[in-house]
């Protein structure tokens, strides 16, 4: 690989958008959102590689980037992301598990906006209803699945990685959330209640969107056989020591749905 193309592949991704005026925009046409990232430490190869574009788009991703830093040369240009093993888009079974264990958080999701145009904590039922909807966030979503991220998923890959930093301070920030609504309730205060609720939906419903259409396809991608019925294997151990979750928590969603 020509060494000038080598070099900018390992640069600060932030970097090259200050410096190079145009870069930003590149992205862009691709979806890839590298200015809203708060940490902004990927390399340019690795925001290429987690991406999964297809290897046209890669390509043509990364042309128009050089062409940017070297208007007046041409490269050949190397692909990046790692040729998909999986050709049938089908997720692996402790991924596709992840993504099934969002299906729940999201029917929470939905309702959070119905619930926080109708909440009244004067009300002693309402004040339940926040104490039920924070008791599955803690113990379904935060430490059933969150944690099956933090302490199983992520540990197979860098942690440094810029988006492995975002999704773990997405977790500690969600939990900001959960504690400030109860204790919202135990004031009584209805509007720090709503607004934390509702703060809480939108981070999680873009948080999941980015695990489910950009993190796990990737690192998906990433794992091989071995690690993944590892990996399998220490889920299955989780659900096993907690066999009541799912449905205590289905049934407590079945219930809220019917009440909405
Ligand atoms: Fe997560
Ligand atoms: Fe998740």
């Known amino acids: 690989m020509d060494t000038r193309i080598d070099k ?43 991406h999964n574009l297809n290897a046209e788009n890669e390509k043509e991703l990364i042309s128009q980037i050089f062409k940017i830093i070297y208007p007046n040369e041409s490269f050949e240009i190397p692909r990046i992301a790692q040729e998909k093993k999986n050709t049938n888009n089908a997720m692996s079974p402790p991924l596709r598990m992840l993504v099934n264990e969002h299906i729940l958080i999201k029917r929470v999701l939905a309702l959070a906006p119905k619930v926080e145009e109708k909440l009244d904590l004067s009300i002693a039922e309402h004040k339940q209803l926040i104490k039920d909807i924070a008791d599955f966030i803690r113990n379904y979503a935060d430490k059933y699945h969150h944690s099956k991220e933090e302490d199983i ?24 959330y959960v504690a400030k609504m109860l204790n919202a309730v135990e004031t009584g205060n209805t509007l720090i209640a709503k607004n934390n609720l509702i703060n809480y939906c939108n981070l999680l419903t ?54 909405f």
């Open 8 to 50: 900018y592949l390992n640069s600060n991704i932030k970097d090259l958008i200050n410096e190079f005026d145009g870069i930003q925009q590149a992205l862009d046409k691709f979806e890839i959102g590298c200015a809203p990232c708060s940490l902004g430490t990927c390399k340019l190869k690795d925001v290429v590689g987690i």
């Open 153 to 176: 998923l992520f540990k197979y890959f860098d942690s440094s990685l810029d988006i492995i930093k975002v999704m773990i301070s997405d977790h500690v920030q969600s939990r900001t």
């Open 206 to 259: 873009e948080h999941i969107h980015k695990e489910d259409t950009i993190l796990y396809p990737w690192m998906d991608n990433n794992l091989d056989t071995k690690q993944v019925g590892k990996m399998y294997a220490e889920f299955l151990n989780i659900n096993n020591s907690k066999p009541e979750l799912q449905g205590k928590y289905d049934a407590l969603i079945n219930s809220l749905e019917t009440a």
